[in-house]
């Protein structure tokens, strides 16, 4: 038996090294930009001065534009929790026909990034070219359109289509989740199908309602992309979509900045209230319904309903999903755009060949988009084992730093990012990296950062530290053991972490839109942007591509992790 | 006189039949409890009783009320059957307070508000909860929220008490006492139990009558002494306690252990039934064996192989021949070393076919 | 008799809570010595600090007489130079290895020769039965197979010492039972000295040469053979530890010690010594009862009918005890009893305890 001395206070060790190296990247990434925003939202010329915050806050424009952000949110919110938990209600309380696959059918709309259908139903509902509307005008001769989507409903209609999943997933897992004999009992009790779901059921999944409507509420207010779509028309502009205009347009002048964190400092705010509440919600009001013995949960007979319920959820799903990608696909194709996207003589493939290999801008954009996202995954992968690692398994002094600063990723909405990117990286504090891909990078670590934790310190928490002693014990030392031991059982939680990021960062445009340069657009900067210059049939066939990326993507994450639960 | 009566109850799944033709009569105010392996069909059982399952043939009747029935396409769901029903996770609503949690069914009947704040703070007294009304039933200890389950049971009078493994998720010294509460609370409010349980003690314990199933098949229904001393096949001999189980073949005419030199004694008398079977058990239980001298004619000679102090009792694996055989004594007799020579006298011996 | 591991005036706290203070043992080679104490009592942090997973802040460990760990001169040996063998609660067995692969582990590690290592751990696998089994993933192992590769692993690379934290408590009891066997088994065969740690009194009891019982606040109450701990407890909370236990409240009166408030006294020689009021202490099966006017008159106040044997509370001047018969016995001897007749209870062994003890076990 070999002796080694070692001092119990030993002072700067390998733990504090990997809790420092940590903390830095967190500070660096998120902590640093978000700081600045603040200080740049609140000091005016080095001091502090509360009241022009509050000037800022005021000019009606920015005013209009917070109402707008809040109002869509409510609506998108509203609407998204009727749907979904409409939905979740009927795919594992009812006797629905092939409920398992409607179950992944109502998954689907998370693929289709909302941007995407926001194009396609500009191009059916806009109040005078789309189609819906010009087939509805011909055929009653009217020139009132049927729907105009360029409008608060219209947005709020496009939002909830493809976020109400949130809600949808949620409340699927509580009530699969939940003890059939808290809804048994009350039947036993004397109480008929339609009071349970009203006294029971409704109240017990609440909080899980709550939970989803609230991640929804989130990540509608700082939503750009469907309102920059559908909104900018009639000048109706939300948060996100006024730091963009207030940057772009302004060229970075003193005022637009300093609007621009003014409203991001408000995003921040409203993003943290949102996040405690849903943190105050999970931790107090939620009710242990996890039961013991199983039995199949009760379902309510639909008899003569249920084949018009089907019809009902496959029409829901064809209208949403399927109508708008085939309208991609069909725009995307036409040779004369104005001409009847129906008429084969109008449809080609070459579209799709000129982006794919031609077109410099949509040929770029792919490749900008694939590399960042690949290294931002890699990178964002690697911190986040590191991080998660040092947030689950080590001791060591000064971690309570660190747990405060892995929750920020998951409250700073991808706009103030950009921002805060853009205050940390454009020269002022030595390193100039705008208007090239680096600061998109930059920002796309810190924006998915969140995703990597929470995969990698999940598949952490799975490693139970007897497993590491056991190494120990069995004549392992520490690195011996991360190699054997604890590497190769997170490995699936980093696969995951990685497709996690990579999907997303491929259909981007928050954060890129506001950072990219003539030649460091992305996938969906170049979607955006050409059919703002009103190049139709180019951005919807790169979106077309973009799709089937996201798809094959989702097909082959699918085959990775069912393999590994194998 | 029978109550609740379950007339050629079947449940089949598919191809799996969980319970087969199953006939049970259970009188008023009797504690009727089925006792049986998971999967022995017991809990769907109970659960035809109470609404939740379908039966695929057969009736099921409480006094003259017929509630299923597949052949007639009669079919009363479970809100209308006026039952009271535990579950094994308590079932509780946490969205409730103790008081609402209880009210709540009478609600339902739309009774008059002073009587449906009287007959909760009954329930609630009877189950010593009335101070503990206002408190959430997360605040409650396991326990606790069994006698809530109880007490929302109890509310509306029922003439029939569903028991669903109800002590399973307690612990030990905890399901003792509830034993003795739901024994007292039938005492005062006359209720017939049909209690489902895997626990025999449990089970002989509370019961008038025990049904033992396995399979979904009836094996024995009768009272726990009845039970106790004629247990009629090996699965209800060997669900009941601690058991050996020892192979034993005819040589000569003369019963032997398998693989032992020397028969049975005579004083041990086997019954004809296993008469003529190459194969038959003789059916103990540790503590129902003894040692005894080899001077005793009813003695059967092994060896001891190993022997453990467990405190209270001393446990014993005694070879005879090729079987071996479990014996347990108090703490003080001092029985045999280990690789000694012993005698065994089997105090209540058991004779099985093999395929009994 | 040679101590091959001796823990000297060890001391462990987190944060405020101290649990353990000054604690000394020696475990003698090739002996299967047992910790003892309800859950919560530290006795795993104690093994853990052996096995070099925690550091005591006061106090010396030597392991074979080499210290592994001492505060004084500050040495700390790691857990993979100890040369033990552990065995973990929740099995600990690598869930991305084969069976053979997680146990060839430790003999990787020393770098052994691989036809070496292959004779060793399959021969390893022979021992605990696994034979056939050698490919398969953890997954595919039911809780007892993974407690035996657990077992396999811990052994296989010859420690000098085992030990095994809680091994059997995830499993169910019958499989306990016969794993317990198998434990005690491998030590004989290996004669490998094995510190087992459990809450478990019946398999303490079964396994241990020695027992150490430990209480609520990680102090060791006696230390003995199994028949010691049980028959001749040092004090109330061994006894009360290590089985069901009645107590009955006695008065003085007149040097007589007489049960409850009543006037009977109780049938065993007086407690000597120095306590305010005393309690008798006894097993249910130190209990005679019987119909024959003969000791303590009571009443039977709770006749519980289990199956093979017969449960009654007695009640004796406004005290109860607990009783247990075989059926058999009860029913052969009429000692068949209802709820409400009169008994009469002698006693074969008990206790006096002071009464004070009582109220600080209770707490």
Same mark, same amino acid.
């Given at each position: 038996?070999?002796?080694?001395?070692?001092?119990?206070?030993?002072?700067?060790?390998?733990?504090?090294?990997?809790?420092?190296?940590?903390?830095?990247?967190?500070?660096?990434?998120?902590?640093?930009?978000?700081?600045?925003?603040?200080?740049?939202?609140?000091?005016?010329?080095?001091?502090?001065?509360?009241?022009?915050?509050?000037?800022?806050?005021?000019?009606?424009?920015?005013?209009?534009?917070?109402?707008?952000?809040?109002?869509?949110?409510?609506?998108?919110?509203?609407?998204?929790?009727?749907?979904?938990?409409?939905?979740?209600?009927?795919?594992?309380?009812?006797?629905?026909?092939?409920?398992?696959?409607?179950?992944?059918?109502?998954?689907?709309p998370?693929m289709l990034p909302s941007f995407i259908g926001a194009l396609a139903w500009k191009m059916l509902l806009s109040p005078h070219s789309g189609y819906i509307n010009k087939m509805?005008?011909?055929?009653?001769?009217?020139?009132?359109?049927?729907?105009?989507i360029y409008?608060?409903?219209g947005i709020?209609?496009v939002?909830?289509m493809y976020?109400?999943?949130?809600?949808?997933?949620?409340?699927?897992?509580?009530?699969?989740?939940?003890?059939?004999?808290?809804?048994?009992?009350?039947?036993?009790?004397?109480?008929?199908?339609?009071?349970?779901?009203?006294?029971?059921?409704?109240?017990?999944?609440?909080?899980?309602?709550?939970?989803?409507?609230?991640?929804?509420?989130?990540?509608?207010?700082?939503h750009f992309g469907t309102v920059a779509v559908l909104g900018i028309e009639q000048?109706?502009?939300?948060?996100p979509t006024?730091?963009y205009e207030?940057i772009h347009q302004?060229?970075?002048?003193?005022?637009?900045?300093?609007?621009?964190?003014?409203?991001?400092?408000?995003?921040?705010?409203?993003?943290?209230?949102?996040?405690?509440?849903?943190?105050?919600?999970?931790?107090?009001?939620?009710?242990?319904?996890?039961?013991?013995?199983?039995?199949?949960?009760?379902?309510?007979?639909?008899?003569?309903?249920?084949?018009?319920?089907?019809?009902?959820?496959?029409?829901?799903?064809?209208?949403t999903i399927v109508l708008p990608t085939v309208v991609i696909f069909l725009v995307g194709g036409v040779q004369t755009y104005g001409l009847s996207i129906l008429d084969p003589n109008n449809l080609s493939l070459d579209n799709y060949k000129y982006i794919l290999f031609e077109y410099d801008v949509t040929r770029d954009a792919i490749f900008n988009s694939v590399t960042l996202g690949l290294?931002?995954?890699?990178?964002?992968?690697?911190?986040?084992?590191?991080?998660?690692?040092?947030?689950?398994?080590?001791?060591?002094?000064?971690?309570?730093?660190?747990?405060?600063?892995?929750?920020?990723?998951?409250?700073?909405?991808g706009?103030?990012?950009a921002?805060?990117?853009?205050?940390?990286?454009?020269?002022?504090?030595?390193?100039?990296?705008?208007n090239t891909v680096?600061?998109i990078?930059?920002?796309y670590?810190?924006?998915?950062?969140?995703?990597?934790?929470?995969?990698?310190?999940?598949?952490?928490?799975?490693?139970?530290?007897?497993?590491?002693?056991?190494?120990?014990?069995?004549?392992?030392?520490?690195?011996?053991?991360?190699?054997?031991?604890?590497?190769?059982?997170?490995?699936?939680?980093?696969?995951?972490?990685?497709?996690?990021?990579f999907l997303p960062a491929l259909r981007e445009l928050t954060v890129s839109i506001m950072l990219y340069a003539p030649t460091t657009r992305t996938i969906g900067v170049a979607i955006y942007t050409l059919n703002e210059d009103g190049e139709t049939v180019m951005s919807t066939a790169l979106a077309g591509i973009a799709l089937i990326l996201i798809v094959l993507g989702q097909?082959?994450?699918?085959?990775?992790?069912?393999?590994?639960?194998? | 006189?029978?109550?609740?009566?379950?007339?050629?109850?079947?449940?089949?799944?598919?191809?799996?039949?969980?319970?087969?033709?199953?006939?049970?009569?259970?009188?008023?105010?009797?504690?009727?409890?089925?006792?049986?392996?998971?999967?022995?069909?017991?809990?769907?059982?109970?659960?035809?009783?109470?609404?939740?399952?379908?039966?695929?043939?057969?009736?099921?009747?409480?006094?003259?009320?017929?509630?299923? =029935?597949?052949?007639?396409?009669?079919?009363?769901?479970?809100?209308?059957?006026?039952?009271?029903?535990?579950?094994?996770?308590?079932?509780?609503?946490?969205?409730?307070?103790?008081?609402?949690?209880?009210?709540?069914?009478?609600?339902?009947?739309?009774?008059?508000?002073?009587?449906?704040?009287?007959?909760?703070?009954?329930?609630?007294?009877?189950?010593?909860?009335?101070?503990?009304?206002?408190?959430?039933?997360?605040?409650?200890?396991?326990?606790?929220?069994?006698?809530?389950?109880?007490?929302?049971?109890?509310?509306?009078?029922?003439?029939?008490?569903?028991?669903?493994?109800?002590?399973?998720?307690?612990?030990?010294?905890?399901?003792?006492?509830?034993?003795?509460?739901?024994?007292?609370?039938?005492?005062?409010?006359?209720?017939?139990?049909?209690?489902?349980?895997?626990?025999?003690?449990?089970?002989?314990?509370?019961?008038?009558?025990?049904?033992?199933?396995?399979?979904?098949?009836?094996?024995?229904?009768?009272?726990?002494?009845?039970?106790?001393?004629?247990?009629?096949?090996?699965?209800?001999?060997?669900?009941?306690?601690?058991?050996?189980?020892?192979?034993?073949?005819?040589?000569?005419?003369?019963?032997?252990?398998?693989?032992?030199?020397?028969?049975?004694?005579?004083?041990?008398?086997?019954?004809?039934?296993?008469?003529?079977?190459?194969?038959?058990?003789?059916? =103990?239980?540790?503590?129902?064996?003894?040692?005894?001298?080899?001077?005793?004619?009813?003695?059967?000679?092994?060896?001891?192989?190993?022997?453990?102090?467990?405190?209270?009792?001393?446990?014993?694996?005694?070879?005879?021949?090729?079987?071996?055989?479990?014996?347990?004594?108090?703490?003080?007799?001092?029985?045999?070393?280990?690789?000694?020579?012993?005698?065994?006298?089997?105090?209540?011996?058991?004779?099985?076919?093999?395929?009994? | 008799?040679?101590?091959?591991?001796?823990?000297?005036?060890?001391?462990?706290?987190?944060?405020?809570?101290?649990?353990?203070?000054?604690?000394?043992?020696?475990?003698?080679?090739?002996?299967?010595?047992?910790?003892?104490?309800?859950?919560?009592?530290?006795?795993?942090?104690?093994?853990?600090?052996?096995?070099?997973?925690?550091?005591?802040?006061?106090?010396?460990?030597?392991?074979?007489?080499?210290?592994?760990?001492?505060?004084?001169?500050?040495?700390?040996?790691?857990?993979?130079?100890?040369?033990?063998?552990?065995?973990?609660?929740?099995?600990?067995?690598?869930?991305?290895?084969?069976?053979?692969?997680?146990?060839?582990?430790?003999?990787?590690?020393?770098?052994? +020769?691989?036809?070496?290592?292959?004779?060793?751990?399959?021969?390893?696998?022979?021992?605990?039965?696994?034979?056939?089994?050698?490919?398969?993933?953890?997954?595919?192992?039911?809780?007892?197979?993974?407690?035996?590769?657990?077992?396999?692993?811990?052994?296989?690379?010859? +420690?000098?010492?085992?030990?095994?934290?809680?091994?059997?408590?995830?499993?169910?009891?019958?499989?306990?039972?016969?794993?317990?066997?198998?434990?005690?088994?491998?030590?004989?065969?290996?004669?490998?000295?094995?510190?087992?740690?459990?809450?478990?009194?019946?398999?303490?009891?079964?396994?241990?040469?020695?027992?150490?019982?430990?209480?609520?606040?990680?102090?060791?109450?006696?230390?003995?053979?199994?028949?010691?701990?049980?028959?001749?407890?040092?004090?109330?909370?061994?006894?009360?530890?290590?089985?069901?236990?009645?107590?009955?409240?006695?008065?003085?009166?007149?040097?007589?010690?007489?049960?409850?408030?009543?006037?009977?006294?109780? +049938?065993?020689?007086? +407690?000597?010594?120095?306590?305010?009021?005393?309690?008798?202490?006894?097993?249910?099966?130190?209990?005679?009862?019987?119909?024959?006017?003969?000791?303590?008159?009571?009443?039977?106040?709770?006749?519980?009918?289990?199956?093979?044997?017969?449960?009654?509370?007695?009640?004796?001047?406004?005290?109860?005890?607990?009783?247990?018969?075989?059926?058999?016995?009860?029913?052969?001897?009429?000692?068949?009893?209802?709820?409400?007749?009169?008994?009469?209870?002698?006693?074969?062994?008990?206790?006096?305890?002071?009464?004070?003890?009582?109220?600080?076990?209770?707490?």
């Amino acid at each position: 038996m070999a002796k080694n001395t070692i001092k119990k206070d030993s002072g700067f060790g390998v733990a504090q090294l990997i809790l420092f190296i940590s903390i830095a990247i967190l500070v660096i990434f998120v902590a640093w930009p978000v700081l600045l925003i603040l200080f740049n939202a609140f000091f005016v010329e080095g001091k502090f001065n509360s009241l022009d915050f509050y000037n800022v806050l005021t000019e009606p424009e920015t005013f209009q534009a917070l109402k707008n952000s809040f109002v869509i949110a409510c609506m998108t919110t509203v609407g998204s929790v009727i749907v979904g938990t409409f939905f979740a209600w009927l795919v594992t309380r009812t006797d629905l026909p092939y409920k398992t696959f409607m179950k992944s059918l109502f998954l689907v709309p998370f693929m289709l990034p909302s941007f995407i259908g926001a194009l396609a139903w500009k191009m059916l509902l806009s109040p005078h070219s789309g189609y819906i509307n010009k087939m509805w005008m011909e055929m009653f001769n009217t020139t009132e359109p049927l729907f105009n989507i360029y409008s608060y409903a219209g947005i709020a209609l496009v939002e909830v289509m493809y976020l109400f999943p949130f809600v949808f997933i949620q409340v699927c897992g509580a009530l699969e989740r939940m003890d059939p004999t808290l809804e048994e009992s009350a039947r036993i009790s004397g109480a008929g199908l339609l009071t349970i779901t009203r006294k029971i059921t409704i109240p017990l999944v609440m909080p899980s309602i709550m939970s989803g409507a609230l991640l929804i509420m989130l990540y509608s207010m700082a939503h750009f992309g469907t309102v920059a779509v559908l909104g900018i028309e009639q000048g109706i502009y939300n948060i996100p979509t006024l730091i963009y205009e207030k940057i772009h347009q302004s060229a970075g002048s003193f005022a637009s900045i300093r609007t621009g964190t003014v409203l991001a400092t408000v995003l921040i705010a409203s993003a943290a209230l949102i996040i405690w509440t849903q943190q105050k919600i999970l931790s107090k009001g939620h009710y242990q319904i996890i039961g013991g013995k199983s039995f199949r949960p009760m379902e309510l007979k639909l008899r003569g309903l249920r084949y018009p319920l089907l019809f009902f959820c496959l029409a829901y799903i064809g209208f949403t999903i399927v109508l708008p990608t085939v309208v991609i696909f069909l725009v995307g194709g036409v040779q004369t755009y104005g001409l009847s996207i129906l008429d084969p003589n109008n449809l080609s493939l070459d579209n799709y060949k000129y982006i794919l290999f031609e077109y410099d801008v949509t040929r770029d954009a792919i490749f900008n988009s694939v590399t960042l996202g690949l290294a931002a995954a890699f990178i964002t992968m690697f911190a986040g084992v590191m991080i998660s690692y040092v947030i689950v398994k080590m001791k060591v002094k000064g971690k309570g730093i660190l747990e405060f600063l892995g929750m920020l990723p998951f409250s700073v909405p991808g706009s103030v990012i950009a921002l805060g990117v853009i205050l940390a990286w454009s020269g002022a504090y030595g390193i100039n990296i705008y208007n090239t891909v680096w600061i998109i990078l930059v920002s796309y670590i810190a924006r998915y950062m969140a995703f990597s934790l929470k995969a990698n310190s999940a598949a952490l928490e799975q490693v139970h530290d007897s497993l590491m002693e056991a190494s120990r014990s069995c004549g392992a030392s520490m690195w011996q053991s991360l190699k054997d031991i604890v590497i190769p059982l997170v490995k699936p939680g980093m696969i995951s972490a990685f497709f996690l990021i990579f999907l997303p960062a491929l259909r981007e445009l928050t954060v890129s839109i506001m950072l990219y340069a003539p030649t460091t657009r992305t996938i969906g900067v170049a979607i955006y942007t050409l059919n703002e210059d009103g190049e139709t049939v180019m951005s919807t066939a790169l979106a077309g591509i973009a799709l089937i990326l996201i798809v094959l993507g989702q097909m082959l994450i699918n085959h990775l992790t069912k393999k590994a639960s194998e | 006189m029978s109550y609740i009566r379950l007339v050629n109850v079947t449940k089949k799944f598919g191809d799996v039949t969980a319970v087969d033709n199953l006939n049970i009569e259970i009188g008023k105010g009797e504690c009727f409890s089925m006792l049986g392996p998971s999967g022995c069909g017991k809990t769907t059982t109970l659960r035809m009783v109470a609404g939740f399952e379908d039966l695929s043939d057969g009736e099921v009747w409480v006094g003259d009320r017929l509630l299923s =029935s597949p052949k007639k396409r009669h079919y009363t769901p479970p809100e209308h059957r006026n039952f009271g029903m535990v579950f094994q996770a308590f079932a509780v609503w946490p969205h409730m307070n103790i008081y609402e949690n209880v009210a709540f069914p009478l609600r339902l009947r739309n009774l008059p508000s002073a009587e449906i704040d009287k007959r909760t703070k009954d329930a609630l007294t009877s189950t010593n909860l009335l101070k503990y009304a206002d408190q959430s039933p997360a605040d409650l200890s396991g326990g606790g929220k069994q006698r809530v389950a109880l007490a929302r049971a109890l509310a509306i009078n029922p003439d029939v008490m569903l028991l669903d493994e109800p002590l399973s998720s307690l612990d030990p010294h905890l399901r003792e006492e509830m034993r003795f509460e739901i024994k007292d609370l039938q005492r005062k409010y006359g209720f017939s139990i049909i209690y489902v349980t895997h626990d025999q003690s449990e089970a002989m314990a509370l019961s008038d009558r025990i049904m033992v199933m396995k399979l979904g098949v009836m094996q024995q229904i009768a009272a726990p002494l009845d039970i106790y001393n004629n247990p009629v096949n090996k699965f209800v001999f060997s669900f009941i306690g601690v058991s050996n189980f020892t192979d034993m073949v005819w040589q000569n005419g003369q019963a032997h252990i398998k693989g032992a030199n020397t028969a049975m004694p005579n004083g041990i008398i086997i019954p004809d039934k296993v008469k003529g079977e190459e194969i038959f058990n003789l059916a =103990s239980r540790p503590t129902e064996i003894t040692f005894t001298s080899s001077t005793d004619p009813n003695g059967v000679q092994g060896v001891v192989m190993r022997k453990s102090f467990l405190g209270e009792i001393i446990d014993y694996l005694v070879q005879v021949g090729d079987q071996e055989i479990r014996v347990q004594t108090g703490r003080r007799d001092l029985g045999p070393a280990i690789g000694e020579v012993c005698y065994l006298n089997f105090m209540r011996p058991f004779w099985y076919r093999v395929d009994e | 008799m040679e101590n091959i591991i001796k823990v000297e005036g060890v001391t462990k706290s987190y944060a405020k809570h101290q649990v353990h203070q000054n604690l000394s043992l020696d475990i003698v080679r090739g002996e299967c010595f047992t910790l003892l104490g309800p859950s919560g009592c530290g006795k795993t942090v104690l093994i853990r600090m052996i096995a070099g997973h925690e550091v005591p802040d006061e106090g010396k460990i030597s392991i074979d007489n080499t210290v592994v760990t001492d505060s004084a001169t500050g040495e700390y040996i790691p857990p993979e130079r100890r040369g033990l063998g552990i065995v973990f609660q929740d099995y600990a067995v690598w869930p991305h290895m084969t069976v053979f692969e997680n146990i060839a582990y430790p003999l990787k590690m020393e770098k052994r +020769p691989k036809a070496e290592i292959e004779e060793l751990v399959m021969r390893m696998i022979d021992i605990v039965g696994m034979k056939g089994l050698d490919k398969r993933l953890p997954s595919e192992l039911s809780g007892g197979q993974q407690q035996r590769v657990a077992l396999a692993r811990a052994l296989v690379a010859d +420690p000098s010492v085992m030990l095994l934290d809680e091994p059997l408590s995830n499993l169910d009891a019958n499989l306990r039972e016969e794993m317990r066997f198998e434990i005690k088994g491998l030590q004989e065969k290996f004669g490998i000295t094995v510190l087992y740690v459990t809450h478990d009194q019946e398999v303490a009891l079964a396994l241990s040469d020695r027992i150490a019982i430990m209480d609520n606040e990680g102090a060791i109450r006696q230390i003995g053979t199994p028949y010691e701990i049980f028959e001749q407890p040092a004090d109330l909370f061994v006894f009360k530890f290590m089985g069901i236990a009645n107590f009955l409240h006695v008065t003085e009166k007149a040097g007589k010690f007489c049960v409850g408030t009543g006037n009977q006294e109780v +049938p065993w020689e007086a +407690p000597t010594g120095s306590a305010a009021s005393w309690v008798a202490g006894f097993r249910p099966s130190d209990v005679t009862i019987s119909r024959e006017a003969n000791g303590l008159k009571g009443k039977i106040r709770r006749a519980n009918f289990l199956g093979a044997t017969m449960d009654y509370m007695v009640e004796i001047d406004g005290e109860t005890l607990r009783t247990e018969l075989e059926t058999h016995h009860a029913i052969n001897s009429n000692l068949m009893f209802e709820e409400g007749e009169e008994c009469y209870i002698t006693f074969k062994a008990l206790h006096w305890f002071d009464a004070k003890q009582l109220e600080e076990v209770a707490e």
